[in-house]
DNA sequence: CTTGACTTTTCGGCTTACCTAAAATATACT
DNA sequence: AGTATATTTTAGGTAAGCCGAAAAGTCAAG
């Protein structure tokens, strides 16, 4: 059996990786909140266990083996299920169910991750959008277009939230920018802040706002 | 914050407590299945919290002190509730609850705890008939009359039954002995095996049954 | 009241995961 | 290319919990 420890750093990595491409010691350390030197080590260990979790080599970041992918898709499926059980059997907002998971993720048996993904029939996204992998592995690949990209005169939905930060979500919340809300981009200056319809009003939105909200086209 | 291995040790001072009246190290060590020397150790450190979880003076045994109680009743509040959930909203059998909650009881949110309690509408008693402590630290007694104790002639219910064994729930169920279930007494030879009328058909049932089910007067 | 059997505690050691400080390596700039 | 800056790794240490073996303490039976 693996640690939770072992768990949440094969999580990390897998995070990392997906969303800005590379996994240096520094950007783990950050992520999980400890020294760098302790990501050092603990990422020795996993390189060296049998099978291997992570190809390492010094001073050249860290990639997960196929061993490794497999163990972070299966804690990601169990974080993600657990989120949209939280959310829509108790009750939860999409803010507050990202710190739940966290730590059951790491305890539920496979039976009881069988019987949320039952009763929520078998879902492919989390309350934030995110792709929650199949007990085989397989993800889906996440919405990537981000809102910032986005023309003037576009209709398009929100697909997709980049951030579990509590405040940020419940700020796009009064916003009306929820899971699947419709919007239009009104006006997409070069670089500056877009004009959104949103829920019949429309707003200005920074940057720090539009590249973290992912869009599809409305229809999909 | 305390560790899971605390709230472990607290609760299972608790129960031994509770169903044998002493706490012993080596009764301590037995349910925990770790050596003697851990509980010696892992006890002298709860005595010498601020403020200290249990009292303890060498070679005599253990309690809890008020602190410690309120911690282990917390836990166990969370365990039975878990356990409920897991039986009523999730269709797990009571034989398999025990597991599961026995992990997530140490990870729940008191948001958690709250959204389950009130799903199942401020409930009492788990699915093995023991009762719930509320959240303020109060708890019910248990129903302490075993089936070995009726006397013949006499019609009760299935109240509670004491073992998490999953082999004898289950053979229990086969039984039909489940919780609340109506039974008669039919025969209750001195210290022999009770003859016991329950769905339908009747069964001679052993020491080691009737000493671990508890019955309550029918209408109760 | 002494002895032998059992229980409990102490002792020295192990593992996991963390830390800080110092050393090694890599990168980036002139 | 050579040096300054930044990142990463090594080294030495700490805290929880666990263990087995040996010492200490308890208690019942003679």
Redesign the pocket.
Known sequence: ML?S??EDYLKAIYELLEDSGRV???ALAER?T????????????LARMQPALVDYE????VALTEAGRKIALEVIRHHRLIELYLAEALGYGWHEVHAEAERLEHVISEEFEDKIAAVLGQPAHDPHGDPIPTREGEVAEPCRRALSQVTAGETVRVARVRDEDPAFLTHLTELGLVLRAPLRVTRAPEGGPLSVEVAGSTRELERAITDHVFVEAVGV
């Open positions: 640690s420890n072992t240096t010691t520094s999980l400890v020294a760098p030197a302790s990501v050092t080590e603990m990422v020795q260990k010094r001073h050249r970041g």
